[in-house]
């Protein structure tokens, strides 16, 4: 039976999305494109979020305030983009409070707020993992760095903003971030505890799937460049540019099925987690197969920009799956194209850097998603206001073809201190 326009409206969604990066523009892009949805509202959101939905700034970490928000506006469905809030229990709240959420619960999100949960849950149910041991000890650290000799990783137990791994080349560097956690507090509560771990030789590539406990979809592969500089030299950043699909995974679905996805959803029922969302696991493909990096709890960024413009599927469709453990009957259609994202970001960044310069040229590009992090409006002049600015997304029936259309494309675009890898996908362009 057709449904009436009235009847359609009647079933639309009012839909609140929490975080402002350029994860969370790419989120609010599928999302409007879903004929489920009425109103979008955005906590905080940015510059490109606020042409989709109506942006409020309330604290993310307080969650009595965001399910106040959510009552009053009739939200229908909250989608919450960032891992510090997922690790600060807001699904459950919303969930207490009878208002749909998609992201996993507190005791799930342990997946990435503790690196040594993870560690110890991927030993116990038998996933590719490494070895590692954890330390609250500086004096054990040391010992143990020196018994193991470099390069070695260390990381802090908990959540870091991505600055918590540290791959070291000598003990000495090795010991010194050991003592900045454990002795200098250098992340506060979440280097208290830090974990050492072998470090592997090979390529890394995100896999990210969405799961309703019961069941997995796999999303396409995907690759991020964390690196600053060309060549994946120079410090880690949040992610530089991406790409979709990434072939190193291809050849390996019996594994990341057997030994990967089915041991995780057995290993969780086994203790009694409930995991409902996005998990994204990311692996190095070393000579001896996949092993596991880590665990995050949530959509990668910006992986998420390469993987939603591929989806053919209505989000809130797949996400209403996930949450009422309906994911069985969601068959995900992908479009055949391949995606690049390349990040612009401010002169300094990792490190620090300049807010407030004049974007230009942002009215001159087309044929790409331009994706908004670090912006905001002033005066009608749109200007940076991050160490990640914006990030341009192109679609090409080859990676070449969507390659050369991002790249021309950023031309178009510049601000102060504009900085960007040339060699996004560089390494994907031979396979
Ligand atoms: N792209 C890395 C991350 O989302 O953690």
Known sequence: MIKSLDEEKDNMRNVLIIGSGGREHSIALKLAESRQVKKMFAIPGNFGISKLAECCNIDIMN??????FAKEKQVDLVVVGPEVPLANGVIDEFEKNGISAFGPNKKAAQFEASKSFTRKFIKKHGLPGIDFEEFTSFENAKNYIEKKGAPIVVKADGLAAGKGVFVARTEEEAI?????????????????????????EGEEVSYLVFTDSKTYKPMVYSQDHKQIYEGDKGPNTGGMGAYSPARLLEGFEDFLD????????????????EYKGVLYVGLMITKDGPKILEFNCRFGDPETQVILPRLENDLVEV???????DLNSVKLEWKKEYCVCVVLSSKGYPNSYEKGKVINGLDDVKDVQVIHAGTKEENGRVLTNGGRVLNIIGLGKTL????????????????????????????????
């Open 400 to 431: 070449k073809e969507a390659l050369d259309k991002t790249y021309s494309q950023i031309e178009d675009i510049s601000f102060e201190g504009m900085y960007y890898r040339h060699d996004i996908a560089a390494k994907g362009l031979g396979k």
């Open 319 to 325: 996400m209403d799956a996930v949450i009422h453990q």
């Open 258 to 273: 057997k030994e990967i996805m089915s041991k995780f959803l057995a290993g969780i029922k086994e203790e009694g987690i």
């Open 63 to 68: 969650n009595s305030a965001l399910v106040d």
């Open 176 to 200: 010194t971030f050991a003592r900045e956690c454990l002795e200098e507090n250098k992340f506060g509560k979440s280097s208290s505890k830090i974990i050492i771990e072998d470090f592997l």
